[in-house]
DNA sequence: ACGCCACCTTGATATTCATCAAGCGGCATC
DNA sequence: GATGCCGCTTGATGAATATCAAGGTGGCGT
């Protein structure tokens, strides 16, 4: 059981650097949980005694308006961890609602007992402060993003972030509604979005089904100039 | 000169767990550097290889936009450390501009040296990581503001921010057009909304000096309660 | 004191996006 | 196969904010 766990947490670059000691102590204290399609994982505010290691599904990370508007601030597929970065403060509340988009399974550790570990790994500290510091630069991107540029930017953008390289052909793996909220846009306005980038011929689209035919454009659209 | 370069650093908690060799190493391979009013330190894209504590004066972080809109992300002001979360990273570049908004005095750091001495300060390297767990929680609430709160939102949270808490009357430190980019509206929009606020008898701006009437509507405006 | 310049304000208009309301379509249930 | 639900789409309208275009106004140097 136990072993299940290590095997899992070895996947992930924040355990990489661990002594077998270390890793078998962290396994111990972690706990593998499942989750159903739409169940809850926390709460904004909630006490954060915990993070989280993505093994397979996906995690919608949110925050709720005063008046219920929820606005997506993250995905979390597997392979990654998300919550980590609560370790270090204080009186640690999660800023953001987590809920399991479909069914997932995650292990749970310890923030307390992990970071009295990572006393003894400072190789595991430098890995965590890369982790952070990429966060910082994300967000930051995203901010940029939100305040300089146009809900169809946002959109090309994803959608070119989305799609494989070498490949035009590529399915959503996300509601369009949680991705409509992601990228801070209502639904009926991604949905336009979406038909304007059609009706010019740019891509098309049949459910979940994308294929892009004229990438050059889509970029040209992402980067603002009309 | 050293020295006036390690009293410096000292008022800072980055350096507040350094050995005394370990300080002095830092000190020597530190510069103290004047700005003057509108200087640019460093641009967007620009190689990021130090990291920067703000002895006096206000330093301006902002984004660019390809069709050259401009995006303030923060203003640092004496006594706080910016750029440092960068030095986990691998071809770093600065992901924002900084400019002097006053004469300014900083010290800049090696980011390179820092980090091989981190090695040797587990203490430091976690009040390291609380710092940019901080950075972390503030850039969500800044998403969450962008995305889920409208401009008199931002700003009526954003002058209760400023205000004093015992003191209704108080000065704007930074030019209101800077203001509104930090707070992501145009200077019309922010005229605007600073005017509204004073029709309804909440607070009164004379200049750059701001009388706050009845703190607590300003309070429901920040709450987005109309 | 004068004039200049940058910053701020104000007004009129345009754009973007949200909101409200309705219809469509797939998919699961019965 | 009918029923109903949920997520998506579409249309019509409205609100928030940007843009464009003129004025103020204060500070500062001459």
Do not use: W
Not at 129 to 153: F, K, P, V, Y
């Amino acid at each position: 059981m136990s072993d299940e766990l290590k095997h899992h947490l070895q996947q992930h670059l924040l355990f990489a650097r661990l002594t077998p000691a270390q890793l078998d102590r962290a396994a111990q204290r972690a706990r593998l949980l499942k989750l159903d399609e739409g169940q809850p994982l926390f709460a904004q505010g909630d006490p954060a005694d915990r993070f989280f290691y993505v093994v397979s599904g996906q995690i919608k990370l949110s925050r709720l308006s005063p008046e219920g508007n929820e606005k997506v601030i993250d995905i979390v597929s597997a392979g990654n961890t998300f919550a980590e970065a609560l370790m270090f403060l204080e009186g640690p509340a999660y800023p953001v609602n987590a809920t399991a988009l479909v069914p997932s399974e995650l292990v749970s550790i310890d923030s307390r007992d992990f970071a009295a570990m990572l006393r003894d790994s400072i190789d595991t500290c430098f890995l965590l402060m890369g982790d952070m510091s990429q966060r910082l630069r994300g967000l930051i991107a995203e901010i940029d993003n939100l305040s300089l540029q146009s809900g169809t930017c946002r959109v090309a953008s994803y959608l070119l972030k989305m799609a494989p390289e070498d490949e035009d052909q590529f399915r959503l793996d996300i509601p369009k509604g949680v991705m409509a909220s992601r990228l801070s846009v209502k639904p009926e306005t991604f949905s336009r979005i979406l038909r304007n980038l059609q009706d010019s011929g740019i891509l098309s689209i049949k459910g979940a089904q994308v294929t892009i035919h004229d990438r050059d454009a889509l970029e040209d659209r992402a980067e603002g100039l009309t």
